[in-house]
């Protein structure tokens, strides 16, 4: 069964500094895996996904995410974090082509706190 | 904005009711997701309809339904209502849905509340 597990709750950054959101992943096959930020009262936003080649995907807003085959890792990054980067974070994974679906997978979800 | 449209956007209602979610994708998706997003379950898929027929099932208690129409707007359906349904209910949409490389776009929800 594909999982993503997103080991820490809450993350604290100060602005400037950058920014690390952890995410891991279990599928059977090849990845494919999505970021999705969550501003309070609002939907979720696409940030960027991996689905093959360079292991390090650019998204929206600055964002991107390294791709880590042996550790099974699609991390988060930012070079330098802004108050406004304040959000829930969340890192899904969608089934294998064989599935036939595109539904999407969660992790439990990152607060990220980005203090002035 | 997404373009994904959801109505209503606050729904508050008694245990034992029965309400209907609507869910507008954007122009062009044949795909229609819902998911549920509350504290203790986090964001769950429930279920995909594509291009008008039921592509996956998740998650989803038999009391709650779901159709996707000819003009590809689908209605999420939700019958004899309980406390623990309060959550936010997330509409997506993609183009295809068929394969997992399809990116997903949100509506902004509806946030359900159970008295």
């Known amino acids: 069964a594909q999982s993503v597990a997103q080991p820490e709750d809450q993350v604290n950054v100060a602005e400037g500094n950058p920014l690390t959101v952890k995410c891991t992943y279990s599928?059977?096959?090849?990845?494919?895996l999505f970021w999705y930020v969550q501003y309070p009262n609002r939907g979720l936003q696409f940030l960027l996904k991996?689905?093959?080649?360079?292991?390090l995907v650019k998204g929206s807003y600055g964002f991107e995410a390294e791709f880590n085959k042996s550790q099974t890792s699609f991390h988060l990054k930012k070079p330098s974090a802004l108050v406004s980067d304040s959000a829930l974070y969340f890192c899904a994974v969608s089934p294998p082509p064989s599935s036939n679906t595109g539904k999407l997978i969660f992790g439990q979800g990152t607060t990220l706190q980005v203090k002035p | 904005d997404s373009g994904v449209t959801q109505t209503p956007k606050h729904l508050i209602t008694a245990t034992g009711q029965r309400v209907t979610l609507r869910c507008s994708p954007r122009?062009?998706?044949?795909?229609v997701y819902w998911y549920q997003q509350s504290l203790d379950q986090g964001l769950q898929f429930l279920i995909q309809?594509?291009?008008?027929?039921?592509?996956a099932k998740g998650n989803i208690l038999e009391r709650f339904s779901a159709q996707q129409f000819p003009d590809l707007h689908s209605e999420l359906n939700l019958s004899s209502l309980e406390l623990g349904d309060s959550a936010l209910y997330f509409c997506?949409?993609?183009?295809?849905?068929?394969?997992?490389?399809?990116?997903?776009?949100f509506g902004p929800g509806t946030r359900l509340t159970v008295l």
């Open positions: 309809y594509y291009n008008g027929e039921e592509r």
């Open positions: 122009s062009g998706d044949l795909s």
């Open positions: 997506a949409s993609s183009v295809e849905g068929t394969t997992p490389t399809d990116t997903q776009y």
């Open positions: 991996y689905i093959t080649g360079d292991n």
């Open positions: 599928v059977s096959g090849n990845p494919y």
